[in-house]
């Protein structure tokens, strides 16, 4: 008892692991409340309910739909109970939900965004003879030789090399996290957060926009 209440509280890991999963777009999460088999805890169905009581508020309001994205299971990670196997202790018999591999393999597949427009944000550049850019593809899908324009700034650049895993490829596609070399462009003409797109289909530019502050 009181690690919970450490990691919870403002500042504290559990929090900002929470926010990290949600900003990088997991869409499910399995809530994991752990050493249940503590001497001060006992396997006590109050302690499971009691964390996610608190646990719930806090994810509701970082953008969680708790009722369809959020599970909540009991384990203990020094015996494996409940994330493999269930366990036989008539302690926890009041938990009858799946173990953690059970709830896993019955989740639906994501579906990636491979018919739509590219999208690939730049999360970093740098030059190693030629200009890189680093970044995920949200959508769409990119082959070598590719003509694209560089959002905000409208710049065509065409792509000489795809590196995904360190592994030179011809093409690529929603879901990969790439190393892309450019041509046209500088690395200084780049900044963090610019987005390559098709250039039939231009991402919308703003100056103003609204965000919720968690």
């Known amino acids: 008892r009181g690690e919970f209440e450490t990691g919870f509280e403002r500042g504290g890991q559990t929090r900002e692991h929470a926010m ?9 999460m399995v809530v994991l409340i752990n050493k249940m088999d503590d001497s001060t805890v006992n396997w006590e169905e109050s302690r499971f309910n009691e964390c996610r009581e608190k646990l719930v508020p806090f994810l509701k309001k970082i953008g969680f739909n708790v009722k369809s994205d959020i599970y909540f299971i009991p384990c203990s990670g020094f015996t494996g109970a409940f994330l493999r196997d269930r366990p036989s202790d008539s302690r926890c018999e009041w938990y009858k939900g799946p ?34 850019v680093v970044g995920k593809i949200e959508s769409g899908t990119l082959v070598r030789g590719q003509i694209l324009t560089m959002m905000p700034n409208r710049v065509p650049v065409e792509v000489l090399q795809i590196l995904n895993d360190d592994i030179e490829v011809d093409g690529s596609a929603a879901g990969d996290s790439v190393k892309l070399k450019l041509k046209n462009v500088e690395e200084e003409d780049i900044s963090p957060g610019f987005v390559l797109c098709s250039p039939d289909n231009l991402c919308h530019v703003a100056h103003v926009f609204d965000v919720p502050l968690v």
Do not use: A, N, W
């Open 20 to 28: 990290l999963v949600k900003t990088t777009g997991v869409k499910h």
């Open 99 to 132: 173990t953690l591999l059970e709830y896993l393999d019955k989740l639906p597949p994501f579906v990636r965004c491979v018919d739509g427009p590219l999208r690939i944000p730049i999360s970093d550049r740098f030059k190693d003879m030629g200009t890189y």
